[in-house]
């Protein structure tokens, strides 16, 4: 930021300053940064900037109210193939949920998955037989102390932690998607959780199973598919008659819904968008010398 000042200050015109945001500078979870002085400095740090960009919808209402319309939606995305295809050798005798990647205590918990399992058992219901749930990342002996704890073994499959590719193939082969955005106790700052998760299920033709906040931002876009869906952390009961439909149901999602919500991901047009966003404050920049 120093050096950004610097440069600005010295060179008006001939330098176009950005700031990019991945997370909020302010009004965050930690106590520190909640403290409205952080709020001011960073307005007045941002002074100079021509540009700033920021990576969740939450954050550029936040930001364009104390730095006004130069603050730019430019979120993460997508990096690998992109290839959506209704899968037809889907097994209708068994269900496969999938989940890869790691948790993160007190934010980011699998827990309030397992209550749903729980639910699935205690309603005795004819997919607990055939349902496995999959698990790949680097919390694999977490997870295997859990479903050991609540008794759900025999549901589990633990592949440990693999490489990306070897991850990759796991989703392929899953019928359901889990996606923890947000578990933690402010629905504030979970309502703009976008891991990059997020986009990696989305490039899947795969239905997905999201714990977030009910006014979580990426809501709407996820459920446009028909199938996937949203649920409250609380919600272990109708996460577990979710399932439960879902094993009967067997619906595809509407893949070209899912194109139209993954294609302005891609890295490829995100990059395109930046460009944009370059080109128009360039202008700006150079019609006020």
């Known amino acids: 930021m120093r050096l950004g000042n610097y440069f600005k200050r010295r060179y008006p015109n001939r330098v176009i300053w950005f700031a990019d945001f991945r997370d909020r500078s302010f009004d965050i979870a930690h106590v520190v940064a909640k403290f409205i002085c952080f709020k001011y400095l960073t307005k007045r740090i941002l002074t100079l ?26 979120p993460n995305g997508y990096d690998g193939q992109f290839s959506l295809r209704i899968d037809s050798q889907r097994q209708k005798e068994s269900l496969k949920i999938v989940y890869t990647g790691s948790f993160c205590p007190k ?20 997919v607990c037989s055939k349902l496995k749930f999959i698990y790949a990342g680097k919390d694999f002996a977490y997870v295997q102390r859990l479903f050991e704890r609540f008794s759900l073994l025999d549901l589990l499959e633990n592949h440990g932690f693999v490489s990306r590719d070897e991850a990759l193939n796991v989703q392929n082969n ?5 996606l923890i955005a947000y578990t933690g106790d402010d629905p504030k700052e979970g309502s703009s959780m976008r891991t990059g998760k ?31 869906r949203v649920f409250e952390r609380s919600e272990s009961e109708e996460i577990a008659n979710y399932i439960a439909w879902f094993f009967k149901e067997r619906r595809q999602i509407d893949l070209k819904r899912r194109e ?13 968008r930046l460009e944009e966003i370059i080109e128009t404050v360039s202008r700006k920049v150079k019609s006020h010398p």
Request: charged residues 25%; glycine residues 4%; negative net charge.
């Open 198 to 228: 997020v986009y990696e299920y989305l490039a899947t033709g795969k239905p997905i199973l999201t714990i977030a906040p009910k006014n979580w931002e990426m809501r709407e876009e996820l459920e446009s598919d028909g199938v996937s």
């Open 107 to 126: 934010t980011r918990e699998i827990a309030w998955f397992i209550h749903a399992l729980l639910k699935l058992k205690q309603k005795q219901d004819s």
């Open 49 to 74: 900037t021509d540009g700033i960009l920021v990576v969740t919808k939450q954050m550029l209402e936040t930001y364009q109210r104390i730095c006004g319309q130069k603050v730019f939606f430019l």
């Open 174 to 178: 899953a019928d359901l998607l889990l």
């Open 260 to 272: 139209e919500v993954v294609r302005p991901y891609l890295y490829e047009n995100l990059s395109k």
